[in-house]
């Protein structure tokens, strides 16, 4: 990103021309940051209570009384659909005694009954009835008591909710997320797999991870027979709200599998060729010129098999992978017909434990293909498939995958040692960079939508 000589720098701009520079290449990332109490305890009240969370998604909720539970760190959310049809988000404890209310993650009432004193509530919020309510000296609490709202809105399927009453709406936190996101039919997709896995890590480890490609000729070496990690080649940016994006060009092999002895057509990229009716073999001699290939073909070939989406979407969006990571703990790998949901949350009280929802949404049964990640491969089912909650190590979470989380548990004890001072950053994690900023000026007291 370069200054532009006739307009004033966005804080974006300074960031990459001035801040990161000076304060973010050397030694700012301290093992502190993801090991300490004191640390996790300031950040939870200067991040996580002041911005827009992602939480359900709305098809998981379309019939009145219809609800989904959302553990996000000390804080327990109850996502409920109205019978107007809108949707509301309540503070999962009972306003009696503080007892937690509702203890399934997902289901349909009529109502919600305290097990503790059969305190009953609406799925408003409203109390509706309490038990001897005549015995309240200061009048019946019906009426007059109601469950704690959390502010409220939805984006692309999901529902978002944030816990700061005074925060700014979700259009103005997404910012550009907001635009960029229509032409990505995200409400149709179904979900293909949904896994949510304890991991022995810092919540930030992986959204780090997730900030970078300089892992991935190491990490994901698999994968380079049909993705570009040469940071030369790769376009990111970040936006002032705090969320940035990288464009990763796929289906094609990287420069760097190239040098090597492997096949220039993997077994991959050739199944994808084929599925959109392409010859693997007219691309030995030339297999940098698949992307484009492919990309030619989609647009004619799209339309009649469903794909109608195309028409809005630009070349790159056609093959490539298109990351958004949302600040401050969601992170989506955008492609042509699917997403790759990335969520960590925080634990309760354990900066050293956190919870990684990863999701697969697909739409038809071109999705994934390329990234042969998705279980089962394609979305052709009708509904969701059940969300499943696994330990670290409990199973595989597919080959691309299980580099990325096999190397947070490691990452986690060296980031506990005193040994470790804080690190030295390449040029190319600048956006690493940017996402730890911004985490430090809501600790100093920004909020979202300040300038």
Not at 24 to 39: H, I, M, V
Request: charged residues 25%; negative net charge.
């Amino acid at each position: 990103m370069n200054q532009a000589s006739d307009r004033p720098q966005s804080y974006a701009e300074t960031f990459v021309n001035e801040i990161f520079p000076s304060r973010y290449k050397t030694g700012a990332l301290a093992g502190e940051r993801y090991t300490s109490a004191d640390f996790y305890r300031r950040e939870w009240e200067a991040v996580w209570t002041k911005v827009w969370l992602v939480t359900a998604r709305t098809v998981e909720i379309p019939e009145a009384g219809d609800f989904v539970v959302e553990e996000i760190g000390p804080e327990s959310i109850l996502v409920v659909r109205q019978e107007d049809g809108s949707i509301k988000a309540f503070y999962n404890v009972c306003q009696h005694r503080g007892n937690r209310l509702v203890h399934p993650a997902e289901g349909s009432m009529p109502s919600f009954t305290c097990d503790y004193h059969s305190w009953v509530w609406g799925i408003d919020g409203s109390l509706l009835s309490a038990q001897d309510e005549e015995d309240f000296s200061q009048g019946n609490p019906c009426g007059r008591v109601a469950l704690e709202e959390l502010r409220c809105d939805t984006f692309a399927g999901f529902v978002f909710v944030n816990m700061d009453p005074d925060c700014i709406p979700l259009k103005d936190y997404l910012g550009p997320v907001w635009d960029r996101w229509q032409v990505y039919p995200t409400e149709k997709m179904v979900r293909v797999q949904a896994l949510t896995v304890k991991l022995p890590s810092n919540w930030k480890a992986l959204h780090d991870n997730f900030s970078e490609v300089y892992h991935f000729a190491t990490v994901h070496a698999p994968f380079l027979d049909y993705l570009e990690d040469d940071f030369r080649s790769l376009a990111c940016e970040i936006f002032d709200q705090g969320h940035t994006v990288m464009h990763m060009k796929g289906a094609l092999p990287s420069n760097r599998y190239l040098t090597t002895d492997a096949p220039p057509i993997s077994e991959q990229l050739a199944g994808e060729l084929r599925r959109w009716d392409l010859d693997p073999a007219d691309f030995a001699d030339r297999p940098t010129e698949t992307r484009r290939a492919l990309q030619v073909q989609k647009r004619k070939l799209g339309p009649a098999r469903g794909h109608d989406h195309y028409a809005a979407m630009s070349d790159s969006q056609l093959t490539d992978s298109h990351h958004y990571t949302v600040f401050p703990n969601f992170s989506a790998g955008m492609l042509a017909d699917g997403m790759l949901f990335h969520r960590l949350r925080p634990h309760a009280t354990d900066p050293n434990v956190s919870y990684y929802d990863v999701f697969y949404y697909a739409t038809g049964d071109d999705a994934f293909s390329g990234m042969s990640t998705a279980k089962g491969g394609s979305g052709g089912t009708v509904e969701d498939a059940p969300r499943e909650y696994l330990e670290y190590g409990e199973r595989s979470l597919g080959a691309l995958l299980d580099g990325d989380v096999g190397t947070m548990a490691t990452q986690q004890k060296g980031l506990r040692s005193r040994g470790y001072r804080g690190g030295e950053l390449a040029d190319q994690e600048y956006r690493l960079a940017f996402y730890h900023h911004m985490i430090d000026r809501c600790m100093a007291g920004w909020r979202p939508g300040q300038d």
